[in-house]
């Protein structure tokens, strides 16, 4: 059964930064995409980044230029680097990681909160 961990989230002021890990255990496969998904209260959850085996990145509006994701194709893993926080930043950060044809995995997800 496949299981991603997150780690790195907590609280931090604003223009701090926070990196964020993802590691997936017991996945048979290397994912075709992994990335960062993120839940405010009261709203739905969206895209924050993600990148490809071959390393093709995609980010939101609201956070390019400040944060980066990266990826370990041999560890099944995905950082995701958030620099220059602000408090609209703050969330529950999900790992996200995708196989063709239909194979769709979440982490449980790690709580990001910036103060102003």
């Known amino acids: 059964q496949v299981h991603l961990v997150e780690s790195g989230g907590g609280l931090v002021q604003a223009g701090g930064s926070l990196r964020l890990s993802c590691a997936a255990s017991?996945?048979?496969?290397?994912?075709?995409?992994m990335g960062w998904y993120r839940q405010a209260p009261g709203k739905q959850r969206g895209l924050v980044a993600l990148?490809?085996?071959?390393?093709?990145?995609n980010y939101a509006d609201s956070v390019k230029g400040r944060f980066t994701i990266s990826g370990d194709n041999a560890k099944n893993a995905v950082y995701l680097q958030m620099n220059s926080l602000k408090p609209e930043d703050t969330a529950v950060y999900y790992c996200?990681?995708?196989?063709?044809?239909?194979?769709?995995?979440w982490g449980q997800g790690t709580q990001v909160t910036v103060s102003s």
């Open positions: 996200n990681a995708l196989r063709a044809p239909n194979y769709n995995y």
């Open positions: 017991g996945s048979p496969f290397n994912f075709n995409v």
């Open positions: 990148i490809t085996s071959g390393g093709a990145t």
